[in-house]
């Protein structure tokens, strides 16, 4: 036997302080090409097994190309049940939605039969649309395939540092859902709460830039948001490039 090849566009890595599973690519393009072939293996895997696949996605500019890549996978799409990880309390026309980013990234192409789960059904009443929204979103207990994502202040979803309501929602276990406090405007969110995300079968991480990376490492010492998160990742996925 030959010696093993390296692939030359990725490789694993162990973060000394939190032991995660990180895989470190030399570009974005090769990361979100890799990423978008792992999400659609692991939906094929579970319609294979159950007749139908369940997906929570993040908003955001940085998985987006994520999502246009997905778009094309040759997938019985209307198997599969999409929903979001977090919303703004907008409407569906607003460009802070993203509701509106992941229709128009990964709804599209082979993808575009697949069920996309809103957030926001009552724009009008922030409290009542949390009660209204709370029973659709069962279906995302035991998700099959999250990906997350996370910010420079150390959150993921809308799970946010200094705020009492993100507190609650990376531990709420009573409720799937919860309205937290962002730190900028559009500063009404929903979010899933920290224990639905976790019960995940198959939990990414995408994060860009050097700072992000020692922001993950740091982030049990500094008690960030997504320090909670660090056991159930099945993946990391990095680059340098932002």
């Not at 939906?43 to 159950?50: M, V």
């Not at 926001?120 to 990906?147: H, P």
């Not at 409720?175 to 995940?200: D, K, Y």
């Amino acid at each position: 036997m030959g010696p093993r090849r390296r692939h030359p566009k990725r490789r694993r890595i162990m973060d000394h302080q939190n032991l995660e599973r990180m895989i470190e690519f030399e570009s974005k393009a090769a990361l979100e090409q890799a990423l978008a072939q792992t999400i659609a293996a692991a939906l094929k895997d579970a319609i294979a097994a159950k007749g139908a696949a369940t997906l929570l996605l993040s908003g955001g500019s940085t998985p987006s190309g994520v999502y246009a890549l997905l778009s094309q996978a040759d997938l019985p799409w209307e198997q599969v049940k999409v929903g979001l990880v977090d919303e703004r309390f907008v409407g569906p026309s607003s460009p802070y939605s993203n509701f509106k980013l992941i229709g128009e990234t990964l709804l599209q192409n082979n993808a575009k039969a697949a069920t996309l789960v809103p957030m926001v059904s009552d724009e009008s009443d922030y409290a009542g649309n949390l009660l209204q929204i709370e029973d659709s979103y069962r279906i995302f207990t035991d998700t099959d395939v999250c990906l997350l994502g996370m910010g420079p202040d150390g959150h993921t979803a809308s799970i946010f540092p200094n705020d009492a309501a993100s507190l609650a929602a990376n531990t709420n276990t009573s409720c799937l859902l919860s309205n937290t406090n962002a730190p900028a405007e559009p500063t009404q969110r929903i979010t899933c709460n920290g224990p639905l995300l976790r019960r995940s079968k198959h939990l990414f991480l995408m994060i860009t830039g050097t700072q992000k990376k020692e922001i993950l490492a740091q982030s049990e010492q500094l008690h960030l948001p997504i320090a909670a998160f660090q056991t159930a990742l099945t993946e990391t996925y990095y680059t340098t490039a932002s």
